[in-house]
């Protein structure tokens, strides 16, 4: 079965919906009474990407606004072929000024935090694109953002030329899905395929029943060409792996890493005991923390009321990148998101505090020194006096080159812990790093 949608989906820069006309339009004097002007669907967070996706997709996303719950769930799945959701957007930044001016940041390439909008959104659509079964008479699923695994920037993303973004459902599970996604941005130097990939991303989402809120079944997947069959492979280790962290790596940890833990913080004690004996090329954790708290609107929730998640990996990138800033004192340059976690969902009107730390530095590469930016949302309830994790973030930044060229002798710091719940927590990252680099190197 073929998409029905092969060529790229134009974004139009803009700050009022383009697919709207007023009454009298010369084009279109009146307008049909039963669509719905796009500004006015509620529950949607506006932006270029997410006005073409859903008015593309309008007639599945209006069966999602109104989800009809007393009609029975879908009873036969269906399956479907990756090149069935497969989706592209495509940014004419060349051509554009407006939509080029909309993503630009200070250093003339594109703002990654509205990129991870875009791609949340992108990843999205698809996933509800394999989901959807035609036909209106069932009630569709519920799909919710599970975990974004390892994001990495392969290449800086200009915003002077054209940027497109495609992605493919690539594995099923039961009720999950793996959703793979690739921004390619193409030179004029270079005709490469491989060379114009600028970023990689693979989104998990999970699906719901629309009225009971319990796991539900999706459709089964079909690979067809060899690479198909390699992805859902790779994506099937990954899903096996997730299970096994999740199982008993926790209790391994407790067994096994005192000697570790111990180590990490021998140098804190001196720090919180002696300060004045102190590494002076170290730092606590805790002195490069920041936070940021904001009240959850309407304006920013997703097609079925609850905050997008696009909306938080945006604001946790922007408070992940001001810590990097803080921390290495000149400009950070962005290299990976490592993981994502959605935790629980987030509603209209919630209390949201963002947290961050460096986690910890990898120095052992003078010319590309890294610093671990760990960000958590919380949902605060100052009424019921509660405070519950609803997301984790983990980002990757170096320094831009041409910022360390100024600073003779530039060195990052070390991070050290001072307690063992910080301990825990960096060398559980680390960890989870070292095994990701080995299943890379093996291919396993």
């Not at 479907?80 to 080029?100: A, G």
């Not at 996933?127 to 036909?135: E, M």
């Not at 926790?250 to 004690?269: P, Q, S, W, Y």
């Not at 904001?294 to 997703?302: A, E, F, G, H, S």
């Amino acid at each position: 079965m073929a998409s029905n949608f092969t060529a790229p989906i134009p974004v139009v820069g803009t700050v009022a919906s383009p697919f709207e006309t007023e009454e009298g339009d010369a084009q279109n004097p009146q307008p049909p009474p039963s669509r719905k002007p796009l500004s006015l669907w509620p529950g949607m967070y506006h932006s270029p990407v997410t006005a073409a996706l859903w008015e593309t997709r309008s007639r599945i996303f209006e069966t999602l606004l109104d989800p009809p719950l007393h009609a029975p769930p879908q009873t036969q799945l269906l399956t479907k072929i990756p090149s069935y959701s497969r989706t592209s957007i495509l940014y004419n930044f060349s051509s554009d000024n407006i939509l080029r001016e909309q993503y630009r940041d200070p250093w003339n390439e594109v703002r990654i935090g509205k990129l991870l909008e875009d791609l949340d959104a992108l990843a999205g659509t698809i996933s509800v694109k394999h989901c959807s079964d035609d036909d209106t008479t069932t009630r569709p699923l519920l799909l919710v953002t599970a975990s974004v695994d390892k994001m990495v920037l392969k290449k800086p993303i200009s915003v002077n030329l054209d940027l497109e973004i495609s992605g493919a459902v690539i594995w099923v599970g039961r009720s999950s899905i793996e959703v793979q996604l690739e921004v390619t941005q193409s030179t004029n130097e270079s005709s490469n395929t491989s060379d114009s990939v600028a970023l990689t991303a693979n989104f998990i989402f999970v699906a719901r029943d629309y009225k009971t809120k319990k796991a539900a079944p999706v459709n089964r997947l079909s690979p067809e060409t060899e690479q198909e069959k390699l992805l859902f492979e790779e994506a099937e280790a990954r899903n096996n792996l997730r299970k096994r962290k999740r199982g008993g790596d926790r209790r391994d940890f407790e067994n096994g890493e005192v000697n570790r833990l111990e180590a990490l913080l021998a140098e804190g004690r001196i720090f919180c005991d002696m300060p004045a004996l102190a590494d002076r090329e170290s730092i606590l954790l805790r002195h490069t923390c920041l936070e940021n708290s904001l009240i959850c609107q309407p304006q920013q929730r997703n097609i079925h009321g609850r905050i997008f998640g696009g909306f938080l990996m945006h604001r946790a990138f922007e408070l992940a990148f001001s810590t990097a800033y803080a921390f290495a004192g000149m400009v950070p340059c962005f290299l990976e998101v490592d993981h994502v976690d959605f935790l629980r969902p987030v509603d209209v009107g919630d209390f949201l505090r963002f947290k961050s730390c460096v986690l910890f530095t990898q120095l052992e590469n003078p010319d590309q020194p890294l610093i671990n930016i760990e960000v958590v949302a919380h949902v605060t309830r100052p009424e019921l006096r509660s405070s519950e994790v609803s997301n984790t973030f983990y980002f990757t930044f170096t320094v831009r080159p041409e910022a360390k060229a100024t600073k003779n002798g530039f060195r990052l710091r070390n991070v050290v812990p001072a307690t063992e719940e910080e301990a825990r927590r960096i060398l559980e990252r680390m960890d989870a790093e070292s095994l990701l680099l080995d299943k890379d190197e093996t291919g396993q």
